[in-house]
């Protein structure tokens, strides 16, 4: 449905995209990981052609987006901080985007400004930090896009006011077939909704991959050594998660039989293989030149 075709970016002269390539589908949500300043919210903004890229396209339905400016209609971005609904009330926002959004469903609004309890003559600004959120993507869902474009949605928030907005977006995926596109540092909240995820790294997008995928391909090892090895361990390129003296937590692929050979052949004293969760491949992947 959505098609990001080598999209290639650099700003201030420093590469920041490099031939990104991604395909979303109706009703998946999909979370893009990465460090900051890895990228993500330069992608999306070139999704919804707030910025150009250099090279590459970005493809609605087979359809160029750059080209044709009103298929933008069908791919709405939520930003960290939305500066334009500022000083506007609930009521006005929706007299404005009833005009640019034909499809905008006033009585779906009204139905999920009530269930969240959000005042609605309070102006934008006025509101907390978890109101801005939960209207924004009320907001979002009531002009009817095809796929929602999330950045940060659940910074800053408290855990009841996050469940809810969490629920809301596993909801109108199953309600509407929705795709969203979401990038967060919460991985525990993409570990729960995302069915897909992929990693920005080196300006790149790698390891595109089914969140359960994570849980065959990777498994976390608890070893007890003799000695300390921590630095034959890094030598050997294995992500160390947790170290309490000789004993280590590890992060290894399951099908490296050659790294867990070498392992094996340190005669550890305790050897449990424990299920893998995404932070600990996230850790694994980008913490390493912190914590490897």
Not at 48 to 57: R, V, Y
Not at 119 to 142: D, H
Not at 238 to 266: A, H
Request: one cysteine or more; glycine letters at 6%.
């Amino acid at each position: 449905m959505l098609d990001i075709q080598n999209i290639t970016k650099t700003l201030d002269g420093e590469a920041v995209l490099e031939n990104v390539s991604l395909n979303i589908q109706a009703g998946e949500i999909f979370g893009l990981l990465g460090r900051n300043g890895s990228g993500k919210t330069t992608l999306l903004r070139i999704i919804e052609q707030i910025i150009l890229p250099d090279n590459g396209d970005v493809l609605f339905e087979d359809i160029s987006i750059k080209d044709h400016p009103l298929v933008k209609r069908k791919v709405v971005y939520v930003p960290v901080i939305n500066s334009f609904y500022e000083r506007f009330t609930y009521k006005q926002l929706v007299r404005i985007l009833k005009e640019i959004y034909p499809d905008f469903d006033v009585t779906y609004a009204n139905e999920l400004m009530n269930r969240y309890d959000i005042p609605e003559t309070k102006k934008y600004r006025e509101l907390s930090t978890g109101l801005k959120k939960q209207l924004a993507l009320i907001m979002a869902f009531a002009i009817k896009p095809a796929v929602i474009l999330l950045d940060e949605p659940t910074d800053g928030i408290d855990a009841v006011v996050r469940h809810d907005l969490l629920q809301l977006m596993v909801d109108e995926v199953a309600e509407r077939n929705t795709a969203i596109f979401i990038t967060s540092h919460r991985l525990e909240d993409i570990e729960r909704i995302c069915n897909r995820i992929g990693f920005l790294e080196g300006n790149s997008l790698s390891n595109v991959m089914d969140i359960e995928a994570i849980k065959e391909d990777f498994v976390k090892v608890q070893v007890a050594l003799e000695e300390d090895m921590k630095l034959k361990i890094r030598g050997k390129g294995i992500p160390i998660l947790d170290q309490v003296g000789v004993f280590y937590t590890l992060l290894l692929e399951r099908n490296d039989e050659e790294k867990q050979s070498w392992l094996k052949s340190l005669q550890p004293k305790v050897w449990n293989e424990l299920p893998v969760n995404l932070e600990e491949v996230f850790i694994a992947k980008f913490g390493g030149k912190r914590r490897w």
